[in-house]
């Protein structure tokens, strides 16, 4: 197998071209430069948590309540989300450039708009504005990987990338209050629309077109016809849901944990310093995906990360079922589990994208969609079942969506080779 970059890939799939040979261009790959890419996925990354810490500050400005502030995170996950399902077609018909181009500019005026706000209002359209286009990094960035390198090397070289989607957030997050502290929270939406500029410059003048065959313009019935020949690719659909169990429990666990360390007498700082243990987890996950994925294979690596999240949840739920839940567990545990979504996220998402041949920037649009998607019924289901009041009830919704991974994972490593990427 050829670990460099593409040189004319096709997918069977059931007995059936998912990408005709002929259809591909046979010659090298423009490959996005990583530095760009990372520069860009970090870029987008800002805007998930740097108002966090200032959503008091809005509330109180504006005279509203929590519930109203807490819009501005919520109507931004919304918008990353579903408009991920727009750029991913996008991006299969019109090239990847243009429409991530699109994405940074609609980020960077999101960002102006929000340092002009006068109401709440217009501060949460602010934040749609630039859900809706960050949406563009986190769908054609992986388009772009998967145009860019085979399925082993583009797990790699995404593990890299991904790292940034950890460290970012919690760097945008640290940095959010000590701007809102000097000079208000308007200074969180300067960094996002400069964070948004920097990245249209360097996309503009840095990134070649890397779909070098674009499927043309979007028509409706085609569109339908296409997202069903998604649908019907077991891969896919095995390596879209095991990452999205993934991505699901991570951000559940970073929703509801900090309240059970709450409930152990932790400060919020020392909540943030036991929290620290997971995102370091991820990084050193990350870390084998990048040394171990193209021996071991995505399929290996996918089905040992979600079994690993498995076990460790399990532990966790035993230990509070027998209250020997402390500080140093829960951090151990979270340190496990981001581990394995290490292991997890970026094998199964790059296998997912490769599987789906000329179909990559709709694969990804959906995946990621899923993925926060995941997330959201994960976390409302935490509060059905009062997950964040008894910590034991919301460990048993991770736990089946660990077993959820754990089979989708089994049937990855069980389908057969006639029906994987070819490079």
């Given at each position: 197998?050829?670990?460099?970059?593409?040189?004319?890939?096709?997918?069977i799939?059931?007995?059936?071209?998912?990408?005709?040979?002929?259809?591909?261009?046979?010659?090298?790959?423009?490959?996005?430069?990583?530095?760009?890419?990372?520069?860009?996925?970090?870029?987008?990354?800002?805007?998930?948590?740097?108002?966090?810490?200032?959503?008091?500050?809005?509330?109180?400005?504006?005279?509203?309540?929590?519930?109203?502030?807490q819009?501005?995170?919520?109507?931004?996950?919304?918008?990353?989300?579903?408009?991920?399902?727009?750029?991913?077609?996008?991006?299969?018909?019109?090239?990847?450039?243009?429409?991530?181009?699109?994405?940074?500019?609609?980020?960077?005026?999101?960002?102006?708009?929000?340092?002009?706000?006068?109401s709440?209002?217009?501060?949460?359209?602010?934040?749609?504005?630039?859900?809706?286009?960050?949406?563009?990094?986190?769908?054609?960035?992986?388009?772009?990987?998967?145009?860019?390198?085979?399925?082993?090397?583009?797990a790699?070289?995404?593990?890299?990338?991904?790292?940034?989607m950890?460290?970012?957030?919690?760097?945008?997050?640290?940095?959010?209050g000590?701007?809102?502290?000097?000079?208000?929270w308007?200074?969180?939406m300067?960094?996002?629309?400069?964070?948004?500029?920097?990245?249209?410059?360097?996309?503009?003048?840095?990134?070649?077109?890397?779909?070098?065959?674009?499927?043309?313009?979007?028509?409706?019935?085609?569109?339908?016809?296409?997202?069903?020949?998604?649908?019907?690719?077991?891969?896919f659909?095995?390596?879209?849901?095991?990452?999205?169990?993934?991505?699901?429990?991570?951000?559940?666990?970073?929703?509801?944990?900090?309240?059970e360390?709450?409930?152990?007498?932790?400060?919020?700082?020392?909540?943030?310093?036991?929290?620290?243990?997971?995102?370091?987890?991820?990084?050193?996950?990350?870390?084998?995906?990048?040394w171990?994925?193209?021996?071991?294979?995505?399929?290996?690596?996918?089905?040992?990360?979600?079994?690993?999240?498995?076990?460790?949840?399990?532990?966790?739920?035993?230990?509070?079922?027998?209250?020997?839940?402390?500080?140093?567990?829960?951090?151990?545990?979270?340190?496990?589990l981001?581990?394995?979504?290490?292991?997890v996220?970026?094998?199964?998402?790059?296998?997912?994208?490769?599987?789906?041949?000329?179909?990559?920037?709709?694969?990804?649009?959906?995946?990621?969609?899923?993925?926060?998607?995941f997330?959201?019924?994960?976390?409302?289901?935490?509060?059905?079942?009062?997950?964040?009041?008894?910590?034991?009830?919301?460990?048993?919704?991770?736990?089946l969506?660990a077993?959820?991974?754990?089979?989708?994972?089994?049937?990855?490593?069980s389908?057969?080779?006639?029906?994987?990427?070819?490079?």
């Amino acid at each position: 197998m050829n670990m460099g970059p593409k040189t004319g890939k096709h997918l069977i799939s059931k007995g059936k071209n998912f990408l005709e040979p002929s259809s591909r261009n046979t010659g090298p790959v423009a490959s996005a430069p990583i530095w760009l890419l990372i520069l860009t996925m970090g870029c987008g990354a800002v805007g998930l948590t740097i108002i966090s810490p200032s959503l008091k500050s809005v509330a109180e400005e504006f005279d509203v309540d929590s519930a109203t502030a807490q819009f501005l995170l919520s109507g931004y996950f919304i918008a990353i989300a579903s408009s991920q399902l727009i750029y991913g077609p996008m991006s299969d018909r019109y090239g990847r450039r243009k429409p991530l181009l699109i994405g940074m500019v609609l980020y960077a005026m999101g960002g102006i708009l929000g340092v002009y706000a006068a109401s709440i209002t217009t501060l949460i359209y602010a934040r749609i504005l630039q859900g809706l286009g960050a949406a563009a990094t986190v769908s054609i960035v992986r388009a772009i990987i998967n145009d860019s390198y085979d399925r082993t090397k583009g797990a790699s070289v995404f593990a890299t990338i991904s790292a940034v989607m950890v460290i970012a957030p919690i760097f945008s997050f640290i940095s959010g209050g000590l701007i809102d502290e000097m000079i208000g929270w308007k200074g969180t939406m300067v960094i996002i629309a400069l964070a948004g500029g920097l990245s249209l410059v360097s996309n503009y003048f840095f990134l070649n077109e890397t779909n070098l065959n674009p499927m043309g313009k979007i028509v409706p019935r085609l569109l339908i016809s296409e997202y069903y020949e998604l649908f019907s690719n077991r891969l896919f659909l095995a390596f879209v849901i095991a990452s999205a169990c993934s991505v699901g429990i991570f951000l559940c666990m970073i929703g509801f944990v900090p309240y059970e360390y709450s409930r152990l007498g932790l400060s919020p700082g020392e909540i943030g310093f036991w929290f620290a243990a997971t995102p370091v987890g991820y990084m050193f996950g990350n870390f084998i995906t990048r040394w171990k994925a193209q021996k071991w294979g995505l399929e290996s690596m996918t089905l040992i990360g979600s079994i690993i999240c498995f076990l460790s949840i399990g532990l966790l739920f035993l230990m509070t079922m027998g209250e020997l839940q402390n500080p140093f567990l829960i951090s151990f545990t979270g340190l496990v589990l981001g581990f394995s979504a290490g292991l997890v996220i970026p094998n199964a998402t790059m296998g997912a994208i490769a599987s789906a041949g000329r179909l990559a920037g709709s694969a990804s649009g959906f995946t990621g969609a899923l993925q926060m998607g995941f997330g959201v019924i994960g976390g409302s289901m935490i509060a059905a079942v009062g997950g964040y009041e008894l910590f034991h009830l919301g460990l048993l919704i991770i736990i089946l969506m660990a077993v959820l991974g754990v089979g989708a994972s089994l049937m990855a490593k069980s389908i057969p080779l006639s029906e994987t990427a070819r490079s």
